[in-house]
């Protein structure tokens, strides 16, 4: 299970139902409550039946055994309206929560901010939400189930059999222990063996991928390696299932202890009961009663047990994920807007993954005035993406702070606040699959252009409209137009370019595009952010010289400042990297 457990989640998962439909939820605990009962009454009242017809000698007793044959009739039919009751009650409040809990996620989505759906693991996030908001009543009603239902039932049981004989209430809840500790133990074993086989798992994912992903399949043909896959994959599948063998066969050996010491027991609690009854201490009512009501009592406990907590205990990722995604809904993020004139000041920003060891950003000190257009550049891993999140508000400085100011006034530092007025194309951004227009304005929603302008965006960034314009649907999946990495590149900038924003962060906008359309497309991109302040990523030193200024990162410092000429006369990363590259292209004749 998880770190927070399947009380704590399901207890929080209970609030948001609670705060849903109250009143729905009170009556749907009342019904559990009454459903257990039911089958207790019906034990009842079936000894009371029994009782009446042994005791049945005069007149008098015909007449009790009449009213206990109507009660005891009553007592089924109870239990089986309640069960129909209960369980359709429970379908119906579900679907009336849907809708509840999908608008608590919608609304919390509808406030991220759009350009947050451009980082994978947010979309991640989001779809692991969606699937919990489907299971999450399930899941958390299995706690009331576990406290109305089958506590109800097995409270009232064990008052009953304890008033009747204490013996015969300890031994017939004794007999369920095994059953108990195996389930356990069969638990902690497959949490064990998941998570040793999870990284198995991926490989044989991966490898089978491989072989017959769209992405791969051509490579793989081409490198001749569909063997090599093969025989990997077939190896992991196999040592996967030797452990998962290994596992049933404890398994299915201590499920065999545990029925054949279930069998002893049960037949001593029959004995018990003969023996109870033989020497008056118990009716025989109570007797017939009792021994009809032991395989109920054992297929609760089952269902419970085995079915509806390992079900739950199961499941409660999904609620985790839901209530993750829906944190902050009632207090939103406080948010700042970039504003034209403002300058932006990073002061000793900081900043390390979660699984990095060293500074992705390391004490970076920056000012960049309103309007200039900036090129980042730097090897790989420098830290140039990472700088353009901090900049945009994903990831917030472990150290040190990000202010905005006009100069002059007062600055307001936007450390944890949510930014507006930004617009961003990350390096790994997404390929929706919609129509072109669509893939466009998802970038600004609120904001009205007519076809003709996003047709000339696509014209400027050569996006090419067939037939079916704009509407073009995009991608293989819905029957649309499959693209090359280069052309949802375009798509992605042109996405950038349409939002409004006064600071346009493009991160290797063009790494897809060949050299030659690179420059034409470079342009356009700095004709776009015309008097707005722009940062650019781009690993072509031949770019940056259209940049007002550049930023040399490396190991996560800025190591150079300048512009291009200013750059090109110091003897340092810049130049180093420039006439690298410059004599490969003209090695390779591109420039
Ligand atoms: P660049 O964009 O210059 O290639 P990045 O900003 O992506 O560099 O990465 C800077 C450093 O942070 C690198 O050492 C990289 O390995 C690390 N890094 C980047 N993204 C992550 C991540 N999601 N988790 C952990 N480490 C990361
Ligand atoms: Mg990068």
Request: include cysteine; charge should be positive; glycine fraction near 6%.
């Amino acid at each position: 299970m998880n770190k927070k457990g399947f009380v704590y989640y399901n207890l929080v998962g209970l609030k948001v139902l609670f705060r849903l439909q109250r009143k729905s939820m009170c009556l749907y605990c009342i019904l559990q409550l009454i459903h257990g009962l039911s089958y207790v009454a019906q034990v009842f009242f079936l000894q009371r039946f029994y009782d009446s017809i042994t005791a049945y000698d005069s007149a008098t007793e015909q007449y009790s055994v009449v009213i206990n044959l109507i009660f005891m009739g009553l007592s089924f039919l109870l239990a089986q309206i309640m069960n129909g009751v209960a369980n359709s009650y429970g379908q119906i409040l579900n679907e009336a929560l849907q809708k509840g809990l999908h608008g608590i996620l919608y609304q919390r989505i509808s406030l991220m901010d759009s350009m947050e759906f451009e980082h994978p693991q947010k979309l991640d996030m989001i779809n692991k939400a969606v699937n919990g908001s489907q299971t999450i009543f399930w899941v958390s009603t299995a706690l009331l189930d576990i406290v109305f239902f089958y506590f109800s039932y097995f409270g009232m049981m064990s008052c009953y059999l304890f008033s009747m004989q204490p013996l015969l209430a300890v031994s017939v809840i004794l007999v369920f222990v095994p059953n108990v500790i195996s389930y356990f133990i069969h638990m902690i074993s497959f949490r064990k063996l998941e998570n040793r086989i999870a990284p198995m798992r991926r490989k044989t994912e991966s490898f089978l991928g491989y072989m017959t992903g769209k992405e791969y399949v051509k490579e793989t043909r081409h490198l001749g390696l569909y063997h090599f896959f093969c025989e990997r994959y077939e190896n992991t599948l196999r040592k996967i299932n030797e452990l998962n063998l290994k596992l049933q066969y404890k398994k299915s050996f201590i499920d065999f202890i545990v029925c054949t010491m279930t069998v002893i027991f049960y037949g001593g609690i029959v004995f018990m009961l003969y023996r109870y009854a033989v020497i008056n201490q118990i009716t025989p009512g109570a007797f017939a009663a009792v021994l009809l009501s032991l395989k109920q009592f054992y297929g609760f406990m089952y269902e419970l047990i085995e079915e509806r907590f390992a079900w739950a205990s199961q499941n409660v990722i999904s609620i985790e994920n839901y209530l993750k995604c829906i944190e902050g809904y009632h207090n939103e993020k406080e948010s700042c807007h970039y504003e034209k004139d403002m300058n932006i000041v990073l002061k000793n920003v900081c900043f390390t993954y979660p699984s990095g060891s060293k500074y992705a950003l390391d004490h970076v000190n920056l000012t960049i005035p309103y309007g200039q257009t900036i090129a980042l550049v730097g090897e790989n891993g420098s830290g140039k993406s990472t700088l353009c999140s901090v900049i945009e508000g994903l990831y917030a400085p472990c150290q040190g702070d990000i202010v905005f100011n006009i100069s002059g006034a007062k600055e307001t530092s936007v450390k944890g606040k949510k930014r507006i007025g930004i617009s961003a194309v990350f390096q790994k951004f997404v390929q929706y699959r919609m129509s072109i227009k669509d893939n466009i304005t998802i970038s600004d929603m609120g904001k009205n252009t007519s076809d003709k302008g996003i047709e000339k965006i696509c014209n400027n960034v050569d996006i090419h409209l067939d037939k079916d314009g704009i509407g073009a649907m995009l991608g293989r999946e819905f029957d649309g137009r499959e693209l090359s990495g280069g052309q949802w590149q375009r798509i992605a900038i042109a996405r950038g370019i349409y939002r409004d924003c006064n600071l346009m962060i493009m991160d290797e906008p063009t790494s897809a595009i060949d050299p030659l359309e690179e420059s034409k497309l470079f342009e356009k991109i700095h004709e776009y952010s015309g008097d707005k302040t722009a940062i650019i990523v781009t690993h072509r030193m031949a770019l940056a010289k259209l940049a007002d200024r550049v930023l040399v990162m490396k190991n996560g410092k800025i190591v150079q400042d300048g512009t291009h000429e200013q750059l090109l006369q110091e003897e340092g990363e810049y130049k180093k990297l420039y006439s690298m590259q410059m004599k490969w292209y003209m090695e390779s004749n591109v420039v």
